[in-house]
């Protein structure tokens, strides 16, 4: 086994981990190692449209921003970690601007700003609609700029090195060859994205599969609020290619088979006027009340038909084509090639799909987890910005300021702390216990040992019969059971392709080890939670409404190897805003002043 | 352990994109025989007897065939070439990208502007 | 259930690649991604290939489609209604299966320089630069390019020459060039000066038109020409070695 070693390994090439490994480079050191199992510009950051939110004009606030994203998360977000977050968007959204990103600009010249829901103003920067795009390409080629970043592209990261609670590494598989990697660091952050993939419908990428979750989760790092996934209103049927949120920012309306705009049915009206849309209202409410609202008008039947899929329809025809060729190019583009329809000529058929999971890695507000020295940052970690539902443009600039903040403390922490012990022993331990396993699985042509195909569609199906829009303790108890048979079943999974090279068929299986993992600390905390909260919604009767006398905690789920997952919860920092009540459409309006969207009992410091 | 398929000598035959292109960098055989027999009959001047030999040259039916051949291969290069300018050297004015057909089409304007120039010179003698 | 044929490369079996047939169900929306993915999933485990986003977007996806570079999310199977044979990206060298080897791909991007380079009189880094959409619109066709390689693969140049620059690094050092936040335009210009550079380019073109984000960078290529030209003349009148500027 090869070993490396730097000040800080970063996990991850995405747009948190490409930020954080800028940053730590800048705080010092001289040696900062970046792994990932694709190319970094591969990374699912890639994909996001939408935008990236930061206060910016003149009538905006920082207060705003930060009611907003408490609102919009049902007071389960760490208030002191929003606070450091709104205050901070902004200059990183700038240093994105000096490092080239080509953020979309008014005639004059300065940043434009757009409409997004659940934000009260205009504050999403964005670049065309392919803001994860740019940014991604914008960090990859800053980060060239830095030798001491060095790259371990196509490395699969499998396990953590920990030594008297402190992360002293990790172990990769180079995956061109198959040989094991140590790669030591007396820091190291994850920063290894979501877990969509636990899902059938879903906005995500192959490769978003929570590995970086289930490596820190099985060395004893809580995840936490597991339960809130996100589900996006707008996804293709079929594929779930997301169609983004800026189109109905831009104006787009949804309708039910009937054209009628349902949305007005359900708290979000009243109607808006056609090309007039406004903030919070209709099709700008929240992600999670847009998704809702689906179900229930498939419930009613009001839904119409795209192959198998039952789906509503997003209108953008009013917009006419030479401005959706403007603002919208790659969702005309993505509706001609996916579905075969022409966005300026038909509306296009969408439905719900799992799109952003807002729980994680529990960190502190410095990004750092419960062992020393190990980070996280992104969409894998649960920092406690998001709380119950995230608004959407927040995650973007989550990854910078929360990438940047990770990639300095590491670094502070790595050249401040003395050296991890010389470990060659526990590091031989690790790599002769994962050679073992890995030859477990590869040794074939045992009778009855499942393949990862077979265990990946039943983990799919379980989820989405289990763990979806809605939820009851009769589905949820059946999921948990069904996903700890598969856990088991997993033990003796067994590989079709024995070879070295590019065994993309272990990758598969390792992400699905990582998968089930997760679904298991997802689905323990979902059945706990007792009670309806942002993307958290029970149909069990006493469940129905947010219960903050017992349930104004974050859930934490331990691993505990083959046995059961285990459940704490854990106080919510409410210091700066009292919980009030989430009010969208006509209802959030007439609360001028008080600065939150409704928030009824709302104290604002 | 990796492989990498060697480029043939016929690589462009597998794509009628690179036929075209192929061809359009053929058009220079027949336009370099045009332009030799043109320098042929410029030495030729000086020497009458010469300027004959190369006048009968010059309507010998092959090589008339050759230079029409010139002419048709020179304008498909002319018009593959045109298409090609507005992406290298695009135009602007002020913020307005000027569509590549408006250049295109300038061009051929341009050509037709030449040989109608030519046209007048020897057909008419310059007087109209 | 149709047939379709992927040229396969088991290198720790054989040194031979050889081509193996299969049957996939197709719908009107199967892609050449989707086929793959089946084959995997329930026909053979062993077929390795490189994907992710399945929305055009990531460039993992490049492969051959009957002898085109594709992407395999974008490319449907609804499109060829005779024969289908996938094979790897061409021109670069395979490291199994549809699996191939990017370094090189990668080296020339990183070589051009392809970030920001600030002008020593940069305004106050606390605030955003102006730029107005007529001085974005000059660059931002060239800032599209996914990595995927696609162009490489068109290249009959780079397949010759693998020391050639190549389109979406050329594209890019343009794309660069082109920004009015940019000066290191002097730095940029000397890997693009050089005889692996612009000038490799006989502007057959077909690497625009493989590009699935209509990047164009034969455009840029050629754009570059004129610019290399540019600079290298001022280098002549000032007397100074050509393709020696900004080192
Ligand atoms: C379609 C879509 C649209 C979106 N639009 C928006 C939007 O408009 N605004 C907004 O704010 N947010 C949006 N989001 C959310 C946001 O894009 C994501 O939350 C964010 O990009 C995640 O970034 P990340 O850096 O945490 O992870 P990723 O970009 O997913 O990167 C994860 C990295 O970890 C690496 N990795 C993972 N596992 C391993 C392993 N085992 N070994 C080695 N490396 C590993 C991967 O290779 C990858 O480089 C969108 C999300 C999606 C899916
Ligand atoms: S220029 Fe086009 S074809 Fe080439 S790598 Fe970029 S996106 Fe792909
Ligand atoms: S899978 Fe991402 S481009 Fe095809």
Redesign the interface.
């Known amino acids: 086994m090869q070993v490396h070693t730097f000040d800080v390994v970063v996990v991850g090439g995405g747009g948190a981990g490409l930020r954080a490994a800028i940053a730590a480079a800048e705080t010092g050191g001289n040696a900062v190692g970046l792994v990932s199992k ?2 970094p ?4 950051t ?2 996001a449209e939408g935008g990236a939110a930061a206060v910016t004009r003149g009538d905006d606030s920082l207060q705003s921003h930060f009611d907003d994203t408490v609102a919009g998360g049902d007071w389960l977000a760490e208030q002191g970690v929003v606070d450091y977050f709104v205050r901070h968007a902004h ?1 990183e ?2 240093q994105m ?4 990103c ?2 979309s ?7 434009q700003v757009r409409r997004f829901g659940g934000m009260k103003t205009e504050r999403t920067w964005f670049a065309a609609d ?1 803001t994860g ?2 940014m991604l ?1 914008t960090l990859y ?2 980060s ?2 830095y030798p001491q970043i060095q790259r371990f ?1 196509e490395y699969f990261v499998l396990d953590l090195l920990v030594e008297d609670n402190q992360a002293c590494g990790v172990i990769a598989l180079e995956i ?1 060859s198959g040989e094991l990697h140590l790669l030591r660091a007396k820091s190291v952050i994850m920063a290894t994205g979501g877990a969509g993939r636990l899902f059938r419908f879903n906005t995500n ?3 978003v599969t929570g590995d970086g979750m289930a490596i820190a989760y099985r060395r004893g790092v809580a995840l936490r609020d597991m339960e809130f996934v996100q589900y996006h209103p707008t996804g293709l049927p ?2 779930g ?2 169609i983004t949120e800026a189109s109905r920012g831009e104006g787009g309306v949804l309708t039910n088979k009937d054209g009628y705009r349902y949305l007005q049915d359900y708290g979000l009206g009243p109607e808006t006027p056609l090309g007039e849309p406004q903030n919070k209202y209709m099709e700008l409410g929240p992600r999670d009340k847009l998704s809702q609202a689906f179900w229930h008008e498939q419930q009613a039947g009001r839904t119409g038909k795209h ?1 198998d899929s039952d789906v509503v329809y997003l209108d953008l025809r009013h917009l006419g084509e030479a401005y959706l060729q403007e603002r919208l190019p ?1 969702i005309c ?2 509706a001609k ?4 329809v022409d966005p300026a000529k038909s509306p296009i058929p969408i439905r719900p799909a799992v799109h952003y999971t807002m729980g994680g890695i529990e960190t502190n507000a410095d990004c750092e987890t419960s062992i020393r020295g190990l980070f996280a940052a992104g969409e894998c970690a649960s920092v406690g910005l998001h709380g119950a539902n995230r608004l959407g443009s927040n995650s973007l600039t989550e990854l910078l300021v929360f990438g940047h903040l990770a990639g300095k403390k590491a670094m502070q922490r790595a050249l401040g702390d003395s050296p991890c012990k010389d470990g060659a022993e526990s590091i031989r331990q690790l790599g002769s216990q994962w050679q073992e396993r890995l030859e477990s699985m590869m040794r074939g042509g045992e009778p009855g040992r499942p ?1 990862w ?1 077979e265990l990946k569609a039943e983990l799919l199906k379980v989820m989405e019969e289990g763990c979806g829009i809605y939820r009851d303790e009769a589905g949820l108890t059946q999921a948990l059971q069904s996903i700890r048979g598969l856990r088991e079943r997993y033990e003796r999974v067994q ?3 024995q ?7 272990l990758l598969h299986c390792l992400e699905l080890g990582c998968s089930l993992d997760v679904a298991e600390a997802t689905c323990l905390a979902a059945l706990q939670r007792r009670e309806s909260r942002g993307a958290h919604q029970r149909l069990d009767d006493s469940c129905q409404q947010r219960n903050d006398q017992q349930y104004l905690k974050h859930s934490q789920v331990f691993y505990q190897g083959a046995a059961p997952a285990r459940l704490e919860w854990q106080d919510v920092d409410t210091h700066l805003s009292a919980p009030g009540e989430r009010h969208y459409g006509s209802k959030g309006s007439g609360l001028k002043g008080s600065g939150a969207e409704g928030s009824d009992g709302g104290q604002h410091a | ?5 060697q ?1 043939t000598g016929s ?2 035959l ?2 009628r ?2 036929k075209a ?1 192929m061809l359009r ?1 053929a058009t220079v055989i027949p336009l370099a025989f045009l332009l030799c027999s043109l320098l042929a009959g410029a030495f030729s001047l000086q020497d009458p007897e010469r300027f004959q030999h190369w006048q009968a040259f010059m309507s010998n039916p092959l090589v008339i065939l050759v230079h029409t051949l010139a002419l048709t291969t020179s304008l498909y290069h002319a018009a593959t070439f045109f298409v ?1 300018f507005p ?4 135009i ?1 004015v ?2 307005y ?1 000027l569509p590549a057909r408006y250049l295109v089409l300038a061009q051929w304007g341009a050509v037709w502007l030449v040989v109608a120039l030519f046209i007048w010179l020897f057909a008419f003698g310059g007087q109209s | 259930m149709r047939s379709i044929q992927v040229l396969r ?5 054989s ?1 031979q ?1 050889f081509l193996q047939s299969f049957q996939v169900p197709v ?3 199967t892609s050449v991604l989707d086929a793959l993915n089946y084959i ?3 026909l ?3 077929l ?13 996806c490049g492969v051959m489609v009957n ?2 570079p594709k992407l395999g999310c ?1 490319d449907f199977l609804r499109n060829y209604p005779n024969d289908l044979i996938i094979e790897p990206l ?8 549809l ?1 191939v ?2 370094d090189s791909f ?1 080296r020339h991007l ?1 070589a051009v ?4 380079i ?1 002008g020593k009189n940069a305004a106050d ?16 066709q060239f ?2 390019c ?2 995927c390689g696609l162009c490489y693969a068109a290249c ?1 140049q780079f ?2 020459n693998p020391e050639f620059t190549g389109p979406a690094a050329i594209a ?1 050092a343009h794309r ?1 060039n082109l ?1 009015s ?2 000066s290191g335009k002097a730095q940029r210009m000397a890997p693009l000066n050089s005889k692996n550079g612009v000038w490799s380019c ?5 690497c625009s ?1 493989v590009c699935p984000k209509g990047v ?1 960078p ?2 840029a290529v ?2 570059g ?2 610019e290399s030209a540019k600079s290298m003349l001022i280098q002549l009148f000032s007397g100074r070695a050509i393709g020696g500027a900004g080192q």
């Open positions: 694709v190319y510009m591969r990374s699912h890639v994909a200059a959204l700038v601007e000096r490092w080239g080509p953020w600009r008014q005639a004059s010249g300065d940043v392919k795009f740019h390409h080629q800053t060239l700029k592209d061109s990428g192959g490769i079929g594929s290619i997301l192959g790659f583009e993505l090639a996916y579905v075969n393949r195909p590989l079709g392709d070879s070295q090279i590019y065994n993309t068929d | 352990m990796s492989y990498k398929p480029l690589w462009w597998k794509h994109f690179f292109y960098e090609l992406r290298v050297m695009p602007r002020g913020n990208q | 490369y088991l290198p720790e079996e040194p690649p719908t009107d929306s995997k999933e329930s053979d485990p062993t390795s290939f490189r994907w992710s986003c399945r929305m055009a977007i990531c460039g993992s002898g085109i974008k061409a021109h670069l060298p395979v490291e199994r299966d699996v080897n990017m990668l990183e320089k392809p970030y920001l600030e880094s606390s605030q955003p630069n102006r730029q107005t959409p007529a001085q974005m619109a000059r660059y931002q800032a599209n996914i990595n009959p397949g010759l890019l660069y920004d936040r940019d006989t502007f057959v073109g077909f038109e164009d034969a455009a050629n754009q020409k004129v």
